[in-house]
């Protein structure tokens, strides 16, 4: 079945590095989200990637979509403390398909 | 604002027992899922349903059922819990778009 591999599975930064995490995908995606879980908290939708190298910006955060639709990345230019958390991708194998496969996270810990 | 609730945060059940898990959301939304969450595995889709009476296997459908009776409840059922059903449990329902997910149930299986 389809897979959807992230890395890294943690990663601790200094307040005001970067940070990216990435998404790779086992079979080609139709379209690709992230959601971010704070701790404590449960996954919220930050944005959706449809198209081959696509590319999207939310303030600090850029995320983009790989040429072959199989892989992503999310990249937090300069963290805050308020980054933390764990971001997910999650894959949509076909267009009609309801159901996301997600990724195992990366958790974003950062350091004041 | 879309609202997804589940009926308990906390839940300790003994082995062997059913567990009902129960999911409401309040914005119409035809599609609904369940997932759990374990450290390290990420989200991994239990079931899901996009009607009424309809529903799917995901990824891990062993041990758990479900029912979706109504358009806004979907119901996640452990028929005989085991130990290694200890987990966060999520719902979450959507529109084909963005999925909004409830507050998460913590099951413990003792």
């Known amino acids: 079945g389809q897979q959807v591999m992230q890395i890294p599975q943690y990663q601790h930064v200094q307040e005001g590095e970067d940070f990216t995490t990435y998404c790779n995908s086992s079979t080609t995606l139709s379209n690709i989200q992230w959601y971010k879980q704070r701790p404590g908290g449960h996954p919220v939708f930050l944005i959706q990637l449809v198209k081959s190298g696509e590319v999207k910006k939310q303030k600090r955060l850029t995320f983009q979509f790989g040429e072959a639709k199989k892989n992503s990345s999310l990249h937090i230019t300069a963290t805050q403390t308020t980054d933390v958390g764990t971001y997910f991708c999650?894959?949509?194998?076909?267009?009609?398909?309801?159901?996301?496969?997600f990724g195992s996270g990366t958790r974003l810990q950062v350091q004041p | 604002d879309v609202k997804v609730t589940q009926s308990s945060r906390y839940l300790v059940k003994r082995t062997g027992e059913k567990v009902f898990l129960e999911c409401v959301q309040d914005m119409d939304h035809e599609n609904m899922f369940w997932y759990r969450q374990d450290p390290g595995l990420g989200l991994r889709l239990i079931y899901f349903s996009y009607d009424v009476k309809m529903k799917e296997k995901g990824d891990i459908p062993e041990g758990y059922s479900v029912s979706r009776e109504k358009k806004e409840r979907f119901s996640l059922i452990l028929e005989s819990a085991s130990t290694n059903q200890t987990s966060m449990y999520l719902c979450?329902?959507?529109?084909?778009?963005?999925?909004?997910f409830g507050p998460g149930t913590r099951l413990t299986v003792t």
């Open positions: 979450a329902s959507g529109t084909g778009y963005e999925q909004y």
């Open positions: 999650a894959g949509r194998k076909d267009t009609g398909r309801r159901a996301l496969t």
